[in-house]
């Protein structure tokens, strides 16, 4: 049975609070799981509060100690927002400060994931033994086509029947961030491994129906993007795979290697980064520029190519050669 959310003192005003955020153009999942949980809290510590409080909110985050200090500072910002729209109804509504539950942690390096270790990954699939056997199936196609498109996560769960031509080799990605839909071009092996999968899919009996979600999993129901990331990391763990400072990559590093390939191949063949960003820009779904940047990491075999044209550009002058 499906739980029922926000059935606490704040419900009503938190599903507001989301509508509200969502007509704006934010998808809004995290905070929504967050938001029920301080509401779930106020329900059994609170259960007759009218204002927010700081004793409220305090008491919600005691019971977080142990989430990682960047996941309870992402807490505090979504109280935040809630809060500041709560005050235009009461004036009293307590909106904590930034630093309630002190400094996050040091920002994550992304892990810039190498050829080798996606293989490695998809392969730690085939020991998912579950009964339905389509399980190993749709995370081994799922984690080829977050390492081939750059897709997020929440995009490739969320597709449909409809919105994969294999015979144009295209993909439709709708409305996803900021509402934003985008057409992505597929290779003729991704093509064949997405007419693979569907061909596996139907032999379990699954529809073949526009609308039908494309990728299941062993429950019999649709891959979802609460339990999908989780799973894919569990792979990577047992995988062996590593960040630089020890932990397991996240899901969204992908994503981040994705666009870093991008920037090296530019550099390879010759092109001008600058002119071709835009591009990226706009098959990643980014609004403009600067958020496709934050996933650039140069390797040292991208400023390695980068210093030889460097170099090959000094001794075009006069006297360099000296």
Same mark, same amino acid.
């Not at 015979?167 to 961030?177: A, D, L, P, Q, Y």
């Given at each position: 049975?499906?739980?029922?959310?926000?059935?606490?003192?704040?419900?009503?005003?938190?599903?507001?609070?989301?509508?509200?955020?969502?007509? =704006?153009?934010?998808?809004?999942?995290?905070?929504?799981?967050?938001?029920?949980?301080?509401?779930?809290?106020?329900?059994?510590?609170?259960?007759?509060?009218?204002?927010?409080?700081?004793?409220?909110?305090?008491s919600y985050l005691d019971s977080t100690h142990h989430h990682k200090p960047r996941t309870r500072t992402g807490h505090v910002n979504i109280l935040r927002q809630f809060c500041r729209y709560m005050f235009q109804f009461d004036a009293d509504t307590y909106i904590p400060e930034k630093g309630l539950v002190g400094p996050a942690s040091v920002?994550?390096?992304?892990?810039?994931?190498?050829?080798?270790?996606?293989?490695?990954?998809?392969?730690?699939?085939?020991?998912?033994?579950?009964?339905?056997?389509?399980?190993?199936?749709?995370?081994?196609?799922?984690?080829?086509?977050?390492?081939?498109?750059?897709?997020?996560?929440?995009?490739?769960?969320?597709?449909?029947?409809?919105?994969?031509?294999?015979?144009?080799?295209?993909?439709?990605?709708?409305?996803?961030?900021?509402?934003?839909?985008? =057409?992505?071009?597929?290779?003729?092996?991704?093509?064949?491994?997405?007419?693979?999968?569907?061909?596996?899919?139907?032999?379990?009996?699954?529809?073949?129906?526009?609308?039908?979600?494309?990728?299941?999993?062993?429950?019999?129901?649709?891959?979802?993007?609460?339990?999908?990331?989780?799973?894919?990391?569990?792979?990577?763990?047992?995988?062996? =795979?590593?960040?630089?400072?020890?932990?397991?990559?996240?899901?969204?590093?992908?994503?981040?290697?994705?666009?870093?390939?991008?920037?090296?191949?530019?550099?390879?063949?010759?092109?001008?980064?600058?002119?071709?960003?835009?591009?990226?820009?706009?098959?990643?779904?980014?609004?403009?520029?600067?958020?496709?940047?934050?996933?650039?990491?140069?390797?040292?075999?991208?400023?390695?190519?980068?210093?030889?044209?460097?170099?090959?550009?000094?001794?075009?002058?006069?006297?360099?050669?000296?």
């Amino acid at each position: 049975m499906k739980k029922q959310r926000f059935t606490g003192p704040m419900g009503q005003r938190i599903k507001a609070h989301l509508a509200l955020r969502r007509s =704006l153009g934010f998808l809004y999942q995290t905070p929504e799981y967050d938001l029920d949980a301080f509401d779930q809290h106020l329900a059994i510590h609170f259960p007759n509060c009218k204002t927010i409080t700081r004793k409220m909110i305090i008491s919600y985050l005691d019971s977080t100690h142990h989430h990682k200090p960047r996941t309870r500072t992402g807490h505090v910002n979504i109280l935040r927002q809630f809060c500041r729209y709560m005050f235009q109804f009461d004036a009293d509504t307590y909106i904590p400060e930034k630093g309630l539950v002190g400094p996050a942690s040091v920002e994550t390096k992304s892990h810039i994931f190498t050829e080798e270790e996606i293989i490695k990954l998809i392969e730690q699939t085939k020991q998912l033994h579950v009964k339905n056997t389509l399980l190993q199936y749709t995370y081994a196609t799922i984690i080829g086509l977050l390492w081939v498109t750059g897709m997020r996560i929440g995009e490739v769960v969320r597709l449909k029947i409809e919105d994969i031509d294999t015979t144009e080799g295209i993909i439709f990605v709708r409305e996803t961030k900021f509402f934003k839909s985008r =057409l992505i071009p597929l290779s003729v092996s991704t093509a064949n491994a997405l007419i693979a999968y569907k061909q596996r899919r139907a032999c379990f009996g699954y529809s073949d129906e526009a609308s039908t979600p494309f990728f299941f999993n062993n429950r019999d129901k649709p891959c979802i993007t609460a339990t999908t990331p989780r799973t894919i990391r569990e792979l990577m763990y047992r995988a062996g =795979l590593k960040t630089a400072q020890g932990g397991t990559p996240r899901v969204h590093d992908i994503r981040h290697s994705f666009a870093t390939r991008w920037l090296l191949d530019f550099y390879q063949s010759g092109k001008d980064p600058t002119v071709y960003l835009p591009v990226l820009a706009t098959y990643m779904g980014h609004a403009n520029i600067a958020n496709t940047q934050v996933y650039l990491h140069p390797s040292i075999e991208l400023l390695s190519i980068a210093n030889q044209k460097l170099h090959s550009y000094l001794l075009s002058f006069p006297g360099e050669r000296s």
